[in-house]
């Protein structure tokens, strides 16, 4: 038995996005900025693959930038409109993926000053939280769509419209939004980051939609690529992949809804294990994630256990799941470092079947029970 529930950490790459990605790396090799017919040919599918995204986000193709990943687009839009204004006030979440608070907290060591607003118990930063947090010399407000760990996701539309009455630019890092709404438009945001290892697409590609108008200061320099924003060689194979991927999950009505019902199913069935919580907001959460805090023991045991019966989940972050630290999301909406340890991420995809929620309610009450028995921890509670 395999069960794959850890999507938000990475998934695989769909079979029709690796067949048209294939040509790229071995026949139609060549640079797109190269000034031969090769070369053209190839700049011609990357300007195809500009337009196909372009169209899903309701932008201008020269809106995008394509880069080597989610944590670069975040990079870049900080720091890039960070060095344009060159000083200023930033404001951001204590729920955020580090590339946004390591990136932030940099940029506090250069002599910018920042502020991260604290979220409710289940992760959501209000609108009017931002419009109070709001300076005069304030350069941009940073808050995610979506957290990847406890799959809350937060009001955009209302922050993105504090942001326009007062002129700030908004950021907003979707990497995990790829089941939302992405029309900039609608969403109103000025920035957005997206990746493709989170929508069934390549590794080691993202982009970041930048409005007509905003100034950016570019991170790379050297060969000028993207209109001299963000100079290196484009991954022709990853930026076609990336456009195929998000055109086939904007394709598939369904899929939400069937995860939604699983996701349901199954934070009902754990839910009836003992002292455990669910973490993040009830409704207002990613179709896929199910994040779960059961008292008195550690995630880490679970996950052995877990991986023992051929079940795959996560504490968290991928990018933090080596680290002994409570998650910094955890703690951030108010649970104890001490329960925070006992943290447990399931979140779902394409694979996941009722039968594989199913097995994971067979097996998962007989861990913890097992766990509980061995543990000199009693918490008298979540926070």
Known sequence: MTIYLDYCSTTYVDPRVVKVMKPFFSKDFANPNSFHSFGLKASKVVDRARQSIAKILNCSPSEIIFTG????????????????????????SGVEHHAILDTVKWLEQQGFSVTILKPDKYGIILADQVKK??????????????????????????IAKVCKARNILFHTDACQAGLLELDVKKLGVDLMTLNGSKIYGPKGI????????????????GGGQEEGRRSGTLNVPGIVGFAKALELVKKDKKESVRLTKLRDKLIKGVLKIPRTYLNGHPTKRLPKNASFTFLDIEGESILLRLDDKGIYASTGSACTSRQLKPSHVLT?????????HGSLRFTLGKTTTAKDIGNVLKILPGIIEDLRKMSPVRLKGLR
């Not at 993202?206 to 320099?221: A, D, F, Q, S």
């Not at 951030?332 to 925070?340: C, D, E």
């Open 332 to 340: 951030a909406v108010g649970i104890s470092k001490n329960a925070a």
């Open 69 to 92: 990943c989610g944590t670069e687009s975040c990079n870049l839009a900080i720091k890039g409109i960070a060095f344009s204004k060159g000083k200023g006030h930033i404001i951001t």
């Open 206 to 221: 993202g982009l970041l939609y930048v409005k007509r108008g905003v100034r950016l200061t570019p991170l790379l320099h």
């Open 133 to 158: 947090a709001i300076r005069k010399d304030t350069i941009l407000v940073s808050i995610m769509y979506a957290n990847n760990e406890i799959g809350t996701i937060e009001p955009v539309k209302e």
